[in-house]
C-alpha cells in the first residue's frame, strides 16, 4: 500500500504518495491544500492524483501544457520533503506560489513578489550544504515569471525574500504574551536596510535544493501584508496562480526554442514571440 514504506527508492513516494508518470515536469509548490482549486480555475483540466497529509498534487494541462501542482503545508522541512519526492518521480522545475509579508513602501497588498533569490534563515537547507551557499532562484524561472506577469498585466517587484522558520518571532512579531527574544527586536528594520522585498517560509530551501540537484525552482508571492505600513487584506491570490499557470507554458516555450538553437540555457538572443504564449 501506498505509504507502507519508509523505503526513498520505492515507486510510490512515502509522503506524497505519487508515482512516476503521475506529475508534470513543472510542478507549483502552494502551501495551503486549500489554494489548490485556486490555482487549477485557470488550467484546462485538473486531476488529483494523491493527497496524503498537507500533501495535495493535481495533474492538469494549461493551455496544452502538462503542469502539475503540490500543496507543501507551512515551512521549509515540508517543503524539502514535497521537492525531494517529486524530483525522485520526474519533475524538474518548481515554482513556489504563495503569500508573504512586504517590507518596502512601495509593495502594496495584492502586488506580486517575484524571487531572485533568499535570505536563508530558515533552517532546512542548513541541514543540506554550508550556510553561506547561495539561495538563488533559476533565471529562466525568473524570466518567465516576469514576463508572464508583464502578458496579465499584474503589477510586480522582482527582489530578495528572506524564508523564516517562524511565523511570529523568526518574522519579527510579538509572540504568546509579547515574547519577542532580542534578535527579533530590529528584524524588519535591518531586512527593509538591506533591501529585502519580502517575508516567507519556504523560497530559500526549495531554491537551494533545486540548485543542489541541478533542477529549476523560483517563486511568485502575493502581498498579504506591508510590515512598514501596517496595511493587510488577503489579496492577490488569483493573480500569483495565474502567473505561476502561466509562467510553466512559457518556460516549455523557453525549452524548445533552447532544443532548436541546440544550447542549454535560454538567454534573449533566442527570442520568444508573445503569441506562443
Request: glycine share 10%; net charge negative; hydrophobic share 40%.
Amino acid at each position: 500500500m501506498p505509504g507502507d514504506s519508509e523505503d526513498p527508492n520505492e515507486d510510490v513516494q512515502y509522503h506524497l504518495e505519487v508515482a512516476e508518470g503521475e506529475v508534470a515536469g513543472a510542478v507549483l509548490l502552494p502551501g495551503n491544500p486549500e489554494r489548490i482549486e485556486k490555482i487549477t480555475r485557470f488550467w484546462d483540466d485538473a486531476d488529483e492524483v494523491a493527497h496524503h497529509r498537507e500533501y495535495r498534487t493535481v495533474t492538469g494541462e494549461y493551455d496544452d501544457t502538462p503542469i502539475s501542482v503540490t500543496s507543501t503545508g507551512i515551512g521549509s522541512p515540508s517543503a524539502a520533503i514535497a521537492v525531494e519526492e517529486l524530483a525522485r518521480v520526474g519533475a524538474d522545475t518548481f515554482i513556489r506560489v504563495g503569500s508573504c509579508g512586504g517590507l518596502q513602501p512601495e509593495l502594496e497588498v495584492g502586488d506580486l513578489v517575484i524571487t531572485s533569490g533568499a535570505v536563508r534563515q530558515e533552517g532546512t537547507s542548513d541541514e543540506y550544504v554550508r550556510e553561506d551557499y547561495p539561495a538563488v532562484a533559476d533565471g529562466e524561472v525568473v524570466d518567465a515569471l516576469v514576463a508572464a506577469a508583464e502578458h496579465l498585466g499584474h503589477d510586480y517587484h522582482v527582489g530578495l525574500t528572506m524564508s523564516a522558520d517562524s511565523f511570529y518571532t523568526g518574522q519579527g512579531r510579538p509572540a504568546f504574551e509579547d515574547y519577542m527574544p532580542p534578535h527579533a527586536e530590529d528584524l524588519v528594520d535591518e531586512l527593509q536596510e538591506a533591501n529585502v522585498l519580502n517575508i516567507e517560509m519556504e523560497a530559500a530551501a526549495i531554491t537551494t535544493l533545486a540548485n543542489l540537484y541541478d533542477l529549476r525552482a523560483g517563486a511568485v508571492c502575493s502581498v498579504f501584508a506591508n510590515r512598514v505600513t501596517g496595511e493587510f487584506l488577503t489579496e492577490g491570490e488569483n493573480g500569483a496562480a495565474e502567473t505561476a499557470s502561466l509562467a510553466v507554458k512559457i518556460l516549455a516555450a523557453m525549452d524548445r526554442k533552447k532544443q532548436e538553437a541546440g544550447v542549454d540555457r535560454w538567454h534573449a538572443g533566442l527570442g520568444l514571440d508573445v503569441d506562443e504564449f
